[in-house]
């Protein structure tokens, strides 16, 4: 059974740091195989991606709006994607999911999420 399992959240001031992490189980194929992602929901918001990690292609990718504050990476030795959110904004308050993609069969995975509050 796959599992996707998310730590790392909780409360911070303005322009402070956390760095998530998304523990990954039970897949099928090689983690390295999966694309990892994060995305984001806050109250009343569609879920956003935030940012994106193809292992094989070293492809990264990030929503504008976190260009520059947040670095997705990911070990494939231990099937874990971080995300490293630097100078955090008060609108960077959501709750982060990961995700997992398999290209080769469509197959995709959700982690049930941890909560980011970015408040003074």
């Known amino acids: 059974q796959v599992q996707l399992v998310e730590s790392g959240g909780g409360l911070v001031q303005p322009g402070g740091s956390l760095r998530l992490s998304c523990a990954a189980s039970?897949?099928?194929?090689?983690?390295?195989?999966?694309?990892m992602s994060w995305y984001r929901q806050a109250p009343g918001k569609e879920r956003e991606l935030v940012a994106h990690?193809?292992?094989?292609?070293?492809?990264?990718n990030y929503a504008d709006s976190v260009k520059g504050r947040f670095t997705i990476s990911r070990d494939n030795a231990k099937s874990t994607v971080y995300l490293q959110m630097n100078s955090l904004k008060p609108e960077d308050t959501a709750v982060y999911y990961c995700?997992?993609?398999?290209?080769?069969?469509?197959?995709?995975?959700w982690g049930q999420g941890t909560q980011v509050t970015v408040s003074s």
């Open positions: 039970g897949f099928t194929f090689t983690f390295s195989s999966y694309a």
């Open positions: 990690i193809i292992s094989a292609r070293g492809i990264r």
């Open positions: 995700k997992a993609f398999h290209f080769g069969t469509a197959s995709g995975y």
